[in-house]
Structure formats: structure tokens, C-alpha cells
């Protein structure tokens, strides 16, 4: 983090690559011995005046302002503040310690330099030489015979030759890579027919029955340990799993990046898993909810409970990197290879999607994408590469380096896949039962089914969050990263949302109470009708009173349950005038409802009656609104 902030003249005037963050870290395998420095340096030099190095300076940039704002709103917590989040973090982590599961034994298998490898098995003579399969544009793998000289993946070819004169680099032959992944799936489909694929290389399988016919005691293989042709054998036990996470560094977790690691490092001072656990206040309180509970669960060693069958791939993609071109007629040879792989890919697992999104990264490194959602759901090659040809047609000319496909929004039905139950559907927002009922914009019992499981639904609809499960204090926080306007005063010491048409809805009834009052016996008639809209009034108050906004314990949201410490003035505001506006909007709505009288038709003939006699001409509307003569007293 010093380098970040140009900890030193050294780092800023004479060494400028020690405050230069690349990807390019020597945390992978088989670069345990490697010059550190020097490649940082290399990698300065060979990128300094480039766009690319123009492009990394300016996500750079905005990356330490989000540090920076970040660091700013840690100094705004008060020691009652964490101490709080404190209280809260700790009761999440004894829950998730209680989902602890391991009555499981999960193999998780990672090919090595899987492409290399296969390389190698094709042409023996690259044994025991630095090779790279890739270009002088960008290198997908690299033997360990290369990355003693800090050469690895995603680094671009002319840096290698750079770092390694003696490289030798192997074109990339995908159809030769994915004839021997599917090799390998065929020998794990005999211990695990539902294995997880995470890629072409790797793959995660239940063991558990197996090793029960065998014999075998409870314990986890992680392949990261004791490469390249090695096993570790983690024992099925709480102590070994939490000494084993402790020292992780944070990097070596499965959606930890450059950005999320630049930040944790910055921001909260943490540099490996253990230090997850002690900094969770911090995180909790500055974080969305799903983001600290995620980095808890890497602290305590949990990974996903979930069994294959019930997990649901959400999009399915493809991209390819290549020397910038302007040529529309390569650019279109590669968009054709990238349907036709994506549609294979799709068939394979049986899946149909609405949504195609072409990705596109430019000569100066600028990533674009753009998006389409069609009326129908498609997987073959030919219906993607039709839309694929219209997104990429309105974006030329352009110099571009990387193409990419993706299809999402899959529909199960089409294609034999089991539906997404956590995907939201229109009965969501269905509201069900007698329109006569207190607060009719709320759903039925049976649909807070839709919206009360946190669990599975963390992007519950804004308008729903009065249906969240107070016993649950985390669920609403990771609305705090939402934005909101709002409208907060004090009241003997509580904070309270303040709600006009509250005060307006009494005031008008109190007020025709009064009136009604002064000419008790003139307007009989208009009592009775006066009678109804109170009752209807007090509905509406009732059903107000149960939307207002406290804050409980002066941090909990009496609505949705976010928790928002005293310090954070601002937040708190735009939360409070949220509830504000979506009271607003249900009031709205209840006022274009009619309201319909529960009396009789005769009742209602005796007042018109009573009404004519008082020589009081009413409107023909049968009460649905208040006549304006009703108001005045004929003299």
C-alpha cells in the first residue's frame, strides 16, 4: 500500500516500479525463487508510454480514490460504532460456524499449466524447456520451466522475451485442449457423476461414497498445495481447516483480484485470511452485507454448502485475444469462432439464454460492452452470431484486441435445465387476496415466500423490504450501498421520517369532523357519508402508522432492518427519505382506489331522502365524492 500512495522518494523518483500494480504477481506456482523486483522493474520499463500502461495508470487512479473514500469513512466510526458492528459481525460468524459442514469430502482437482502440459504430450522435444502457449500479444500458460523467470499467464508476450530471451511460444490449439479435458471429465464422471467444472482444467468432486465403500476417513485434497505433481491432504477437521486458512495471503482466494486485494490491503490493513476474522467489525460496518459475510466465510474456511444439482450457472462466455486490428472481415472470422464455441458450450448443458452481450476491448485498452435482449431464446450458432454481427456492426470502424461473447437470462423450459429458483419471477409482485384489506399493497402471507429468504434473494425488490425478517439484523445492510434521498428530525430523542400526508389525512378529517359538527341535524346526509370516509381515514392512518421509520437502538431501521450507525448523518438521510418517497407512492396508489360504501341501498335512499327534505341538492355520484354544496349552509 506504500507504493500506492508513493510511500517514499525512492518509490516515486528512482524506483517508480515499486509503486506500479500489475497482475503480473509471482504468487503462482513454481515462482517461489523468482527476482520479484526485477520483474516489476521489467514489466515497468517494457510498458511505460504505452496505452495499455496509459489505461492501468487510470484504473490505478480510481482505484486509490475508492481507497480513499473508503478510509475516509472508516475515520467517521465512533468506538460505539464498532463496537456495535462488532456485536454484529460476531453473531454472523457464529452462524455461519454452525453452517459448517463437514460430514463431506469434496477432491478438488487443478490440471497445472494445462495447456503446456498438452503441448508437451503432443511435442515431447518442449520437455524441460521455457515455453509459453500463447504470442508475443498475450501468453495463456506457462511451463514452470518459464516461470522461474517470472513468466506466467495473462502477461503479454513481448514482456516474457523480455524476462526470458530463450522462450520458446506454442500457438493456442483449443480444439486439442478440450479434446483432453474431455478426457478427464470422463474419469471424474466415475467418482462423481455431478461433478463441478470450473473450467477446462479444473474440476470439484464429491468423493464422500466413495470413500465410504472404500473405507477411506474424512478429508479434503487441495491441489494449490505441493505443485506441480503433488497432493495435500487437508483433514476433515475445524482446528486443521482454521490453521491452514490463517496464513493464506489473501490473493490466493477464488475471487480475490488485483482491485479487492489493492483495497483490503488499503483500506483495512489486511493481508491474509486470519486477519479477515480480526478486522470483521470494520468490514461489516463499511462493506455490503453479502461482500463481508463473503470475506468472513473465506476467514473461517468455509466454502460453498451447496451440492451441484442445486447450483445455477446465471451466463455462459467466450473471448478471445488477439493483435489490435481494424480488419471488419478478421473480425468477423473470430466472432463466427466464438458463436459457433458458445454454442457448443451451450448444448452441452442444455441452455437457452435471451440476453446476448458483445465485449469488446480497444487498441488503448478501453473495454466496451454492449448488450441485446431478444424475444426468443437462442443457442445456435447461427442465431448468435446474427445478433452478434448488429452489436458489433454499430461499433465500426474500431481497433479492437479482444472480442468476447456472452449469453445470459437462461429459460429452463427450452432446454431440459432445471429453472433458477432464486431468480425472481412476476408473481413477486403480484399482490393476491381481498382488495378490501388494511394495507392492500402488501402481499399475501404465501408471497413474502418470494422475498423473506436473504439467503437466495439478496436483490430484493426496494419496494419489499418491509417484508424482510427482523430476526435477521443483516439482511437489509447491503441496501446501505443504495441510493436514497431522505428527510430525518429529531423527536424526544428519536429519529423519526417525518410524513406529510399523514398529517395532511388527519387534519382533513379532523377538520371535517368539526364542520360536520356545526351543522349536526342540517346535513344528516352527509354525516353518514362523513362516517365512511372516516373509517376509510382511520384505515389510511393505521396502515400509515405501521410504515413509519423508526430507528431501533438508534441503529436498526424499523422498516428493513439496515443497520446504520449515528455517525453516518448523511446515509441515514437518503435511507429515511427512501421510506418517505415509497409511502408517498403507496398513498398515491390508494387514492385512485374508490372507495366503496359497506351501507345498504336503502340506507342510502333514507339519506337522499332526509337530504331532499332539507332542500340540500346532492350530486348523483352515490358518495364516491363529497359534494362542494354540502359545505355551504343555505340561508
Sequence with gaps: MEGANGGGDGDGGDRPWQSYHTVYTTAKAGMEGVDKEKVQKVVYEMSKGSKYFQNEERKEAFINQKVQNLRIQCAKLTEADLVHYRKVADRRIVELEASRDLSRIWLHVDMDAFYAAVETLSNPTLQGKPMAVGSMSMISTANYEARKFGVRAAMPGFIARKLCPELIFVPIDFKKYTYYSDLTRKVFRIYDPNFIAGSLDEAYLDITEVCKERNVNSEEVCSDINKPNGQYILPNDRMAVMTFVSSLPIRKIGGIGKVTEHILKGVFEINTCEQMLEKSSYLYAILSQPTAEFFCSVGLGLGQKDSPQVRFRKSISNERTFSATEDEVLLHKKLVELAEMLSVDMQKEGLCGRTLTLKLKTASFEVRTRAVTLQKYIS??????????KLLKAELPISVRLIGLRVSQFNGDKCSAAPDPTQKTITNFITSGDVNRNCSSFPDVADLDFVSDAETNLSIDNRQT??????????????????????????NGVEEVQTPSNDATSSHHSGFTEGSTSFQGQFEGINVMNESKLREGARLNSCCQETTMLWLNDYKCSLCGIELPPSFVEERLEHSDFHLAEKLQKEESRIHQPYVPSRSRNQKDGITRQ????????SNKEGKYTPIDSFFVKK
Design 611 to 618: 337530504s331532499k327534505s332539507k332542500k340540500q341538492k346532492l
Design 380 to 389: 445456435s450458432s447461427e442465431d448468435i452470431l446474427k445478433h452478434a454481427k
Design 466 to 491: 418491509s417484508q424482510l425478517d427482523w430476526r435477521d439484523p443483516f439482511v437489509g445492510n447491503y441496501l446501505s450501498d443504495g441510493d436514497h434521498q431522505s428527510c430525518i428530525v429529531q423527536k
